[in-house]
């Protein structure tokens, strides 16, 4: 067919310009041992549920129902794929998982091969990543395949009139969990039935986040009484949002998680301001009364940053690099700011519209919109009890989800 010989095309060139290209070369590199990996962690007789995610937002995703599954089923293994190395990279050696690899290029002869060696039980689709020849060899060895928290739009190939191929894709996959009303009757329209509405699986997650200890002791010294501005997963064009608003605000500490924390990155950052900054790994070896930022050179915090905020910003809406998590932030009950790009993400279009969120498009909006968030107290307890009082009222996804598993499983 038609894609296939363009997916050996595409194969063809990558392998030629991977000479000229350490992204493309680390591309193909990565996935040149998948099936041995597989082969030392999955033995024949093991029960194998399978998670795919792009990167590492659809990751967030999957974690409640990865943990849901562990507990329910703990004789069945965890396998996870990533197609993004940002994913990967980041999440390689998560202890609930058995296997964590790449997802192999969607040929037919690969996929065949990887699905033979993993042998699933079923596969969770995590939102996006519809690839053709995947779903197709799942389907033909009677693999269900659960899409979750899903979201479709009416300008996607498949509701084009030219798009009768990847709508046969879609018939394909056994049940549909969606985020949205317009998903589900979208769907509709080209005769899949098999949805439901339980929106997003990270709201589960986040809940989780809330009950747990967040206590930081050094935070609480960095930012003693003053109040606390957090920029959370960051990228170049936020800190050109937010850097004046930093840089002008007396008695406000900042912190600032990036989302890139390389030494050339971190540094970038520093570049950015006068003010006297000091890095996470430095805060426990010196007292530093002077600093009013801090730069988080690691990963693994920014969930317990974000309880200590009186406003949150979550970058990646002032680029093309799509919106982080505002859902973590927004469950400590705090106001949360973002960027202009954010149609694309459901929770973000909800709260903004119910004005737990605020969405900006300069540097002159940011600096009016903040100024008038931090003086006013009584604006922030509004857009904090919004924020968490919408997240409560999405609670349940994995539940849902769970219960579907049980009905799978069992026909």
């Given at each position: 067919m038609l894609y296939s010989f363009l997916i050996e095309i595409v194969l063809l060139f990558m392998r030629v310009i991977m000479f000229f290209s350490k992204k493309i070369d680390h591309f193909l590199s990565t996935r040149n041992g998948?099936?041995?990996?597989?082969?030392?962690?999955?033995?024949?007789s093991d029960r194998v549920f399978w998670f795919h995610c792009a990167s590492l937002g659809e990751f967030e995703q999957a974690l409640p129902?990865?943990?849901?599954?562990?507990?329910?089923?703990?004789?069945?293994?965890?396998?996870?794929?990533?197609?993004?190395?940002?994913?990967?990279?980041?999440?390689?050696?998560?202890?609930?998982?058995?296997?964590?690899?790449?997802?192999?290029?969607?040929?037919?002869?690969?996929?065949?091969?990887?699905?033979?060696?993993?042998?699933?039980e079923l596969l969770f689709l995590i939102k996006y990543e519809f690839w053709p020849?995947?779903?197709?060899?799942?389907?033909?060895?009677?693999?269900?395949?659960?899409?979750?928290?899903?979201?479709?739009?009416?300008?996607?190939?498949?509701?084009?009139?030219?798009?009768?191929?990847?709508?046969?894709?879609?018939?394909?996959i056994e049940f549909f969990f969606v985020q949205n009303e317009e998903s589900k009757k979208l769907l509709a329209s080209i005769n899949i039935n098999n949805?439901?509405?339980?929106?997003?699986?990270?709201?589960?997650?986040?809940?989780?986040?809330?009950s747990q200890n967040n206590k930081q002791k050094l935070l609480e010294e960095f930012i003693q009484d003053q109040d606390c501005f957090v920029a959370g997963s960051s990228w170049p064009e936020d800190l050109n949002l937010i850097s004046k608003v930093i840089?002008?605000?007396?008695?406000l500490k900042t912190i600032i998680a990036?989302?890139?924390?390389?030494?050339?990155?971190?540094?970038?950052?520093?570049?950015?301001?006068?003010?006297?900054i000091i890095r996470w790994s430095e805060l426990s070896k010196k007292?530093?009364?002077?600093?009013?930022?801090?730069?988080?050179?690691?990963?693994?915090?920014?969930t317990k940053v974000y309880s200590y905020a009186n406003v949150a910003y979550v970058g990646g809406g002032m680029g093309n690099k799509g919106l982080h998590n505002t859902l973590e932030p927004a469950v400590f009950g705090i106001p949360v700011?973002?960027?202009?790009?954010?149609?694309?993400?459901?929770?973000?279009?909800?709260?903004?519209?119910?004005?737990?969120?605020?969405?900006?498009?300069?540097?002159?909006?940011?600096?009016?919109?903040?100024?008038?968030?931090?003086?006013?107290?009584?604006?922030?307890?509004?857009?904090?009890?919004?924020?968490?009082?919408?997240?409560?009222?999405?609670?349940?996804?994995?539940f849902k989800i769970m219960n579907k598993l049980k009905q799978v499983l069992n026909s």
């Open positions: 998948i099936i041995e990996t597989i082969k030392t962690k999955i033995n024949p129902l990865i943990v849901s599954c562990k507990k329910e089923y703990p004789n069945h293994k965890i396998a996870i794929t990533f197609f993004s190395a940002s994913g990967f990279e980041v999440q390689k050696n998560y202890p609930l998982a058995d296997v964590v690899t790449y997802l192999p290029l969607d040929r037919k002869k690969s996929v065949k091969k990887f699905i033979e060696v993993l042998r699933p020849n995947l779903i197709k060899v799942l389907k033909i060895q009677n693999i269900p395949v659960l899409s979750i928290s899903s979201i479709f739009r009416q300008n996607q190939l498949f509701f084009k009139p030219y798009g009768f191929f990847m709508r046969d894709l879609l018939q394909k949805t439901i509405i339980i929106g997003d699986t990270r709201v589960d997650r986040v809940l989780d986040i809330l840089e002008s605000s007396e008695k990036p989302h890139n924390v390389d030494e050339k990155s971190l540094q970038e950052i520093e570049s950015h301001f006068s003010k006297p007292t530093d009364a002077e600093s009013t930022i801090l730069l988080i050179d690691c990963v693994g915090i920014l700011m973002i960027g202009k790009n954010y149609k694309n993400y459901q929770e973000a279009m909800d709260l903004v519209a119910l004005g737990g969120i605020i969405s900006v498009d300069s540097s002159f909006n940011f600096y009016k919109e903040f100024s008038r968030v931090m003086k006013d107290k009584k604006l922030q307890k509004q857009m904090g009890i919004t924020n968490l009082k919408y997240i409560k009222s999405k609670a349940g996804t994995t």
